[in-house]
């Protein structure tokens, strides 16, 4: 075989296995966090806040990933949401808000993915959850993690 056929099928085995490399890559980041969590809040009204029910470890500076995936009232399609610090499983309306830019709320559309920039850690605590505000009444279920992997095509609030 001479050398420019060998060199020419060199190429092309190398772009075969970029492209290999690349659809392995690509399948390893389709997940926007390491430990997804369900969560479930209700708000009252207008003007109250709902905490989620159980906080997450807040183990590095990460941000926070969340989506609201349903709304018990179709009419309601966005949340306001607070990143929040505390030193407990148990949130309170009294931990921290953690925001990048406090005192901000975050909007966020529901089926949309989050990341949610925050400061729970740098400010020195352990836990981290959300409050949410939402214009009427309603319960919304989704996914956060209090730790998330970067991903592409996730909105950054």
Not at 43 to 66: E, F, H, P, R, W
Request: with cysteine; net charge positive; proline share 3%.
């Amino acid at each position: 075989m001479d050398t420019a056929k060998k060199t020419n099928l060199a190429k092309i085995a190398l772009a075969l296995l970029l492209a290999m490399m690349l659809s392995v890559f690509v399948s390893l980041g389709a997940s926007a966090t390491s430990d997804n969590r369900s969560f479930r809040f209700t708000t009252v009204n207008s003007t109250g806040q709902a905490l989620m029910n159980k906080a997450g470890k807040k183990d590095n500076t990460t941000s926070i990933y969340c989506q609201i995936q349903h709304t018990s009232n179709s009419s309601v399609t966005y949340a306001y949401v607070n990143a929040r610090g505390g030193y407990s499983e148990n949130p309170t309306s009294n931990w921290a808000f953690c925001n990048s830019a406090e005192p901000s709320n975050r909007y966020m559309s529901v089926g949309t993915q989050y990341f949610i920039y925050n400061s729970v850690k740098e400010n020195g605590y352990t836990w981290a959850a959300l409050s949410f505000k939402t214009p009427k009444a309603v319960t919304m279920r989704g996914e956060w993690s209090p730790d998330s992997v970067p991903q592409s095509g996730v909105v950054q609030i």
